[in-house]
């Protein structure tokens, strides 16, 4: 799209109204709504399909996902749509008449590939293979599932022994796909944490102890203003990221990732705290918001990206 | 010493990066080794050292860029601003003795000053021709200014100020002091406030250096005595100086010495490079550890660049900046903090047999560390910060 009228803010809340459209439907009926609304060609061209948006629309238009907690592998669609742009699998995926799931850890070499969420759905599954990647039939291969952190949305291992591969990914265009999925990743973990935020400053506001509301407690108003300060840097950490410096070089997002998911877990698990015993309940809905972003730091292990950070630092210093 | 001023200033619509390569290329071929804080040969500059590489870097375009030409600057953007403050940020070079005057006084004098004022005083501060102070706080008045007690009274068209100030930055060399008083009592809060330009050489003016956790003197009691300043003095009307104090203070919060997140990572440089230059200190950067902390650092200080270039977009974009500033004063003084205490706890291992780049990194960090204390108390204490988040951002409720 060329119209420079366009606005990413405005996107995200076109967004929102999708996923809230497709809030309490069933997989494939969200897959539908989102489909229809075009939200997995977003960063996909115009003459492959897609909206021809920058990562700058992707931004908000995943954090809204996360802050909303769509519970649907929309950041999978869109990367793996971006990546087969111009195919007829890239196609179907941005049509939604076909889904994809991705797994960040294991190969096709080793025989295994963990780390995947949204399997049992999906059409698909992206693995690393060699240096690049393989898009399998997922029927093809055997799934395994693991409910341990998430029961509701499990964890996926899949045995890899005979998986049928329907498209490759070339080095080149997987080290993009990564790129592109620490952005989306991080916006997602940054709205999930911007949703928990604003859950505890709404419940804060209104929950009175001792004749006033727990909001004017100075403990309470510190840690609320120590979430938001973080929400921010993170937004700002991943904007930084896909903007070129005055050179015209590209930046690593690795440290605007990190940063996203740490924050994002010290934002909601104090938000579970905020809400007192209420935060612990499987009612209050704060807990799927950790699950999604503890998956997305288990499956890109964070920690070791941050210490991968450390070690490149010391190497180029 | 003797600085390459005779260089042309490139036009920022040439190219997005014609600014930032000017600064880079200036700044690198001109500032001595003696004056980087990652040199071994590094010497404490003086004070005349230190206001001849500034005045230097105002001559060659790197000071002054967002004033208007008229008062002698170089009536650029903040965008340009940004530029040379992230090649400032890249070098270890001395702190600013100029800031008060250049980050404070300047732009309040250019918000309420007499057309006499800003001829007088803006082109000066730029030149590196007076020095001025801060004088805001009192011993019962620091966060809380509504309490400040240095009073102003007007008589036969002078004005007699009586008071004490106290934690004055650059006190002691300041010619002129930027001096906070009111001309009512304390029970009128933020009415009757008002601002002067009072020269430190005025009869009844006292200093009275304080010792710091640093072992430097840079900070002062400041005693007014029946001091007499003509009302040429005074900057803006009672009120008027201070509301327009306020709003300077929140754009100033956020754009003030914007070089910091770039000088953080030159001081993490600094610490690495000092450990690799010694076989023995080497071996602990091989530890999972110390490469996790480093990362995570490297970590907030990519999130600090992001607000400081957010809030520039912003500004830029003719977005007012409210309360915003204070994100980016906790963030950076929370995050430099904690860098120099972990820095102390690598430097606190160093043996004096260690390399010269090792010692010389000893002596930097656990000054460093000492002086960081003060990070998250001047400009406005984190609690402060913390609570202008908290009611002015997220609008919190403190009653029902």
Not at chain 2, 225 to 239: E, F, I, Q
Request: charged share 25%; hydrophobic share 45%.
């Amino acid at each position: 799209m060329s119209d420079d009228s366009l606005r990413p803010e405005d996107f995200a809340e076109a967004a929102g109204a999708a996923i809230t459209d497709a809030e309490g439907k069933s997989f494939a009926e969200k897959t539908a709504v989102l489909a229809e609304n075009g939200l997995f060609g977003v960063i996909v061209a115009e003459e492959q399909g897609g909206l021809g948006l920058d990562l700058s629309f992707g931004i908000p238009i995943v954090a809204v996902a996360g802050k909303l907690q769509l519970r649907y592998p929309l950041v999978e669609q869109m990367l793996v749509a971006s990546a087969l742009a111009g195919e007829d699998i890239g196609a179907a995926i941005v049509g939604g008449e076909k889904t994809a799931a991705i797994a960040w850890q294991g190969s096709l070499e080793e025989g295994y590939a963990t780390h995947a969420t949204f399997v049992a759905d999906a059409d698909y599954v992206l693995v690393a293979s060699g240096e690049g990647a393989a898009l399998l039939d997922r029927a093809s291969g055997e799934v395994q599932e693991d409910p341990s952190l998430d029961p509701d949305y499990p964890q996926y291992t899949l045995k890899l022994e005979g998986a049928a591969t329907v498209a490759t990914l070339s080095a080149e265009a997987f080290a993009k796909l990564k790129f592109k999925a620490k952005v989306l990743y991080g916006a997602f973990a940054a709205g999930a944490g911007e949703g928990a935020m604003d859950r505890a400053a709404s419940h804060m506001a209104g929950r009175v102890q001792f004749g006033r509301p727990l909001s004017a407690k100075q403990a309470v108003r510190h840690t609320m203003a120590r979430m938001k300060l973080l929400t921010e840097t993170s937004y700002a950490g991943l904007q930084r990221a896909i903007a070129q410096d005055e050179f015209g070089a590209a930046r690593d997002v690795d440290t605007a990732f990190a940063g996203a998911i740490g924050n994002s877990c010290f934002i909601i698990e104090k938000a579970i705290h905020l809400h007192g015993g209420m935060g612990f309940t499987w009612e209050l809905p704060l807990h799927c918001s950790l699950r999604d972003v503890r998956k997305i730091d288990a499956a890109f292990n964070t920690g070791g990206v941050v210490k991968s950070i450390g070690k490149a630092f010391i190497a180029a210093a | 010493m003797t600085y390459n001023i005779e260089v042309a200033h490139p036009d920022p619509a040439t190219s997005r990066s014609a600014y930032r390569a000017h600064a880079r290329e200036w700044l690198r071929a001109n500032l001595p080794s003696s004056m980087r804080a990652d040199s071994v040969d590094y010497k404490t500059p003086s004070l005349n050292e230190c206001r001849d590489w500034e005045e230097a870097m105002y001559r060659a375009g790197l000071a002054g860029m967002t004033w208007p030409k008229e008062y002698g600057g170089y009536g650029l953007t903040l965008r340009e601003h940004l530029a040379v403050n992230k090649e400032i940020g890249a070098l270890m070079m001395p702190e600013s003795v100029g800031s008060v005057g250049k980050e404070l006084a300047g732009p309040i004098i250019m918000a309420v000053g007499t057309e006499e004022q800003k001829q007088e005083f803006l082109p000066k501060i730029l030149a590196m021709k007076n020095y001025w102070c801060q004088g805001f706080s009192e011993p019962e008045a620091g966060s809380d200014l509504v309490r400040l007690r240095t009073r102003a009274v007007e008589e036969n068209g002078n004005w007699r100020i009586n008071g004490q100030k106290i934690w004055t930055s650059g006190a002691m060399k300041a010619d002129y002091c930027l001096l906070l008083t009111r001309t009512g009592t304390v029970a009128d809060k933020h009415k009757g406030l008002l601002m002067f330009a009072v020269p430190m050489n005025t009869h009844g003016i006292r200093v009275v250096p304080i010792k710091s956790i640093d072992g430097k003197e840079s900070f002062a009691e400041v005693f007014f005595d029946d001091v007499v300043v003509p009302d040429s003095a005074r900057l803006g009307k009672p009120d008027e100086g201070w509301s327009a104090a306020i709003r300077v203070l929140s754009i100033e919060r956020a754009t003030n010495r914007m070089y910091r997140p770039w000088r953080f990572e030159a001081e993490l440089k600094m610490l690495v490079a000092a450990f690799k230059s010694d076989p023995e200190l080497a071996k602990l950067l091989e530890d999972g550890y110390y490469q996790r902390r480093i990362g995570q650092i490297a970590t907030e200080i990519d999130g600090l660049k992001g607000l400081i270039e957010q809030a520039v977009d912003q500004m830029a974009g003719g977005a007012p900046i409210g309360a915003r500033g204070s994100l980016n004063k906790l963030f950076w003084s929370e995050t430099h903090q904690a860098f120099a205490t972990f820095a102390y706890e690598m430097v606190s291992q160093i043996k004096p047999t260690a390399s010269a780049e090792a010692l010389r990194a000893k002596k930097h960090f656990t000054t460093a560390y000492l002086f960081a204390r003060a990070e998250s108390i001047y400009a406005g204490v984190s609690e402060v910060q913390l609570d202008i988040i908290a009611q002015r951002i997220l609008n919190l409720p403190k009653d029902l």
